[in-house]
């Protein structure tokens, strides 16, 4: 809404208030109404599309008519997750505002574009003949609530998706796990850890950007997000590797489904380091952000085995995280792998995490922390929580 729009609202509805985004209506029933914008409907377009051109172009909607392409399965399941969920909805008309802000103008994909970082360095890693294979797919993050990466076949074509709850889900355990070194407190790590199973239980609401539930110290905040990017980078490479490893043709798979799924992610795992270019340091940096990822991997299954996950999603299709953090060090050798006993440590650690988290809900004044919806904050470094809709 303009300001003026906003002011006339204000002047006109009773118990009206001002939101960060729009207006507020208290009910006086405890409920309330949130408008956040005037529609203003493209008769070329259908009621449910016209709602679409919140977080979409007009050609990106009408595209969702006849889908052809791979890019177009990606276009809708990224269209698709951001309309069922007002959280998303709400964090992508920010996103846009702040994109057309910079002169830019705005498309779904070409905002994902700019955001494939990760990806593209990975990609860049590669011998020209794989990334010819690479490229010839859309891959990208999409705002699924499911913190998951998949490389997927479908009836147009192969597509890699990476949710951007996992970038989430790594930041926070990133905190918790490597905060202590850079003087974050040990409440801190743990709630920290606390956000990120929380992630993955689909409880912490899609609203990072609106509301990051803590400031960081530059220096700090800096480390963190270089360790998440190399764990994305292992994530889009693991992904790639199935599709360059030709993992996605099911008429490969022969015998016993389990063995042949479990051998395809070791496969998935070496391949994904061993491929990054003829560099050692680069084959080096996805290697450490191999051994996080499986170890968070861990710190899930531990989670998962004390009651505060449910089942582990990958418990099936997925060897077991230390099975393959093991094979991994025993194919990447002494020169790419962690020194010896190391992992063994890493491993200890992030099960005591895991135990640290599950003390912090026992013993919580909230029977729900783990279950509510909405956001929690790490208290060393946020001055309180903030009013939803009011301040975000």
């Not at 309330?32 to 599309?49: Q, S």
């Not at 499911?146 to 147009?156: C, H, M, Y």
């Not at 850890?193 to 912490?204: C, D, H, K």
Request: charged share 30%; with cysteine; aromatic share 8%.
């Amino acid at each position: 809404m303009t300001k003026e729009e906003v002011r006339r609202f204000l002047d006109l509805v009773p118990g009206s208030r001002r939101a960060a985004q729009g207006v507020i209506v208290d009910n006086g029933d405890g409920t309330h109404y949130h408008y956040t914008g005037v529609i203003r409907m493209d008769p070329d377009l259908t009621e449910k599309e016209n709602l679409d051109l919140a977080y979409g172009a007009k050609h990106e909607v009408i595209r969702m008519r006849d889908l052809r392409t791979p890019h177009d399965y990606l276009l809708r399941v990224r269209l698709e997750a951001i309309a069922a969920s007002t959280r998303a909805i709400r964090t992508f008309r920010d996103r846009r505002a702040r994109f057309e802000a910079r002169g830019r103008r705005w498309t779904l994909t070409d905002y994902y574009n700019s955001q494939n970082s990760e990806a593209k360095r990975y990609i860049a890693r590669l011998g020209r003949a794989q990334q010819r294979i690479v490229k010839a797919i859309p891959y990208g993050l999409a705002p699924i609530n499911e913190a998951n990466a998949v490389a997927r076949k479908t009836l147009l074509g192969d597509v890699v998706m990476v949710a951007e709850n996992l970038r989430s889900f790594y930041y926070f355990m990133n905190i918790a796990m490597y905060g202590p070194y850079s003087g974050v407190g040990p409440g801190d790590c743990v709630d920290a850890a606390l956000i990120a199973l929380r992630i993955m239980r689909g409880s912490e609401s899609f609203d990072f950007d609106l509301d990051p539930r803590a400031v960081l110290p530059p220096r700090v905040e800096r480390e963190i997000q270089l360790r998440t990017a190399t764990q994305m980078e292992f994530t889009f490479g693991h992904e790639f590797a199935h599709l360059l490893e030709g993992h996605l043709d099911a008429g490969d798979a022969s015998g016993d489904i389990k063995t042949y799924s479990h051998e395809c992610e070791y496969a998935a795992d070496s391949r994904a380091v061993l491929a990054a270019g003829p560099d050692h340091a680069a084959r080096e940096a996805v290697a450490r952000g191999a051994f996080d990822v499986l170890l968070f991997l861990q710190f899930l299954e531990t989670s998962a085995a004390a009651g505060m996950l449910g089942r582990f999603s990958a418990s099936d299709t997925h060897p077991r995280p230390v099975e393959r953090i093991e094979r991994l060090a025993a194919t990447l050798g002494n020169r790419l792998s962690r020194p010896p006993g190391e992992i063994e440590a890493s491993i200890e650690a992030i099960e005591q995490m895991a135990g640290q988290v599950g003390k912090r809900v026992e013993y919580s004044d909230r029977p729900d922390l783990l279950n509510f919806y909405g956001s929690m904050y790490l208290v060393g470094y946020t001055d309180r929580m903030k009013v939803d809709r009011v301040e975000f």
